[in-house]
């Protein structure tokens, strides 16, 4: 059965897990925040597979190009150039 508690956010953005559900969770530790309209979930980075952490790298890179795309910074590239820098990524 899962856990459930409440915390609220300071004026910085800062949310507290409150002490009930940190077991396990040491100071430093990383968490991955999925966020799909209202709801909000973390998730212990340290404990991502490593395709999904790639997967993260390439869609914010992905969002990025699109941005600057929208705002008319782009080159043209060829198909291979194109190809070329996706493999650097």
Not at 40 to 68: C, H, I, N, P, T
């Amino acid at each position: 059965m899962a856990e459930i508690d409440i915390t609220t956010i300071s004026s910085k953005g800062q949310v507290v897990i409150p002490s009930s559900l940190r077991k396990g969770v040491k100071s430093g530790a990383r968490f991955l925040v999925i966020r799909e309209k209202d709801l909000y979930v973390l998730k212990r980075a340290d404990r991502m597979d490593d395709s999904l952490a790639s997967d993260l790298q390439f869609a914010r890179r992905a969002e990025k190009a699109w941005g600057e795309y929208r705002k008319g910074k782009f080159s043209s590239k060829s198909k291979e150039e194109f190809l070329a820098e996706m493999e650097k990524w």
